[in-house]
């Protein structure tokens, strides 16, 4: 059974940490590159950040570099997504997916608000 699980979502003020993790069980996750996404109410989902099944980080959104970074361990069929300096509108539904398989994650909601 295919499951990627997110979790690390929370709400925090403007300036604050987070670091989301998403677990992955049920297919090969080792050999597939991993993205992260977002989704603002009633917009797509955009690209946040991805890296290459070995680790080499292969894009990042403008609008988040300097501030978000994305890991993974493959030994814990784990990607991360380390967001620093939060700002109000980094607030959306953070996704995993599996970039190899096409597999999507439920979400985790992450708010910045004063």
């Known amino acids: 059974q295919v499951k990627l699980e997110e979790s690390g979502g929370n709400s925090v003020q403007p300036g604050g940490s987070l670091r989301l993790s998403c677990v992955v069980s049920?297919?090969?996750?080792?050999?597939?590159?991993m993205n992260w996404y977002r989704q603002f109410p009633g917009k797509e989902r955009e690209l946040v950040a991805r890296?290459?099944?070995?680790?080499?980080?292969?894009y990042l959104l403008d609008s988040v570099k300097g501030r978000f970074t994305i890991s993974r361990d493959n030994a814990r069929s784990t990607v991360y997504l380390h967001m620093n300096n939060l700002q109000p509108e980094d607030t959306a539904k953070y996704y995993c997916?599996?970039?190899?398989?096409?597999?999507w994650g439920q979400g985790t909601q992450v708010t910045v608000a004063s």
């Open positions: 997916y599996s970039v190899k398989w096409g597999y």
């Open positions: 890296i290459s099944n070995v680790g080499g980080t292969s």
């Open positions: 049920g297919f090969d996750f080792s050999s597939s590159a």
